[in-house]
């Protein structure tokens, strides 16, 4: 199947940075791809939608100044936290997809302290 | 909000057949039905999907109801790697692309 990797693995930084988190997708073109969240023992969340070329689109409740997405590339979308704070510690997903069927990454885990 | 509603939880034995359910109600008629599992601390992996007719693959099969408002995912012969949380997921079409809404899913349970 589809392959997508995600850089980093995991990353600690202090309250008040920016972190850039990386999604590729290794072995096909995604015009599409998504953002998740998850919380300790919940389910994902869908951030955004982003397309290649396109302004990503923001789920209700997600801000889109705190969480930059840039998908510039059909093989490259990132996505930026500003301003990181504590609460936003969680694991962050993203998937491409192809032909109607979403692959994912295997997760950033963001811890801010 | 999920179009989906799961068991919270389930046990099966190794190398029993491990039969998830779900209920999607409210299914449009042309909405799929999407199963992925995840591993504790691992993306979401896909297993299968389907519109109207049993599926199935090297992974599961996929029984889904004559009138669409439940499905059955079947793991033939489940082993100790099959211990995760099963989502069961109605795909919403948007206009930005096909949008996959989590619901809680299942955690099965394989034990030896």
């Known amino acids: 199947g589809a392959v997508v990797s995600q850089h980093p693995s995991w990353v600690i930084c202090k309250s008040g940075t920016s972190v850039k988190i990386e999604c590729r997708s290794l072995?096909?073109?995604?015009?599409?791809m998504f953002w998740y969240r998850q919380f300790p023992k919940q389910s994902l969340m869908l951030m955004a939608t982003s397309n290649e070329g396109s302004k990503a689109t923001y789920e209700q409740g997600v801000e889109k100044d705190k969480f930059l997405i840039n998908h510039a590339s059909l093989t490259l979308s990132t996505l930026t936290v500003t301003s990181a704070h504590p609460e936003d510690s969680s694991f962050y997903i993203c998937?491409?997809?192809?032909?109607?069927?979403?692959?994912f990454g295997p997760g950033t885990r963001l811890t801010v302290t | 909000d999920a179009k989906t509603t799961q068991p919270p939880s389930m046990d099966c034995a190794e190398g029993r057949a491990a039969n998830l359910p779900c209920n999607h109600s409210?299914?449009?008629?042309?909405?799929?039905v999407y199963w992925y599992r995840q591993i504790h601390s691992q993306g979401p992996q896909y297993i299968i999907h389907g519109l109207k007719n049993n599926e199935t693959n090297e992974m599961a099969s996929l029984i889904i109801t004559e009138d669409r408002k439940s499905s059955t995912l079947i793991l033939p012969h489940a082993t100790l790697r099959d211990t995760a949380v099963y989502y069961c997921?109605?795909?919403?079409?948007?206009?930005?692309?096909?949008?996959?809404?989590f619901g809680a899913g299942t955690i099965l349970r394989v034990k030896s």
């Open positions: 409210t299914i449009s008629g042309n909405e799929y």
């Open positions: 997921i109605v795909r919403v079409v948007g206009e930005y692309g096909n949008k996959l809404v």
């Open positions: 072995d096909f073109q995604a015009t599409t």
């Open positions: 998937s491409g997809e192809q032909t109607y069927e979403q692959y």
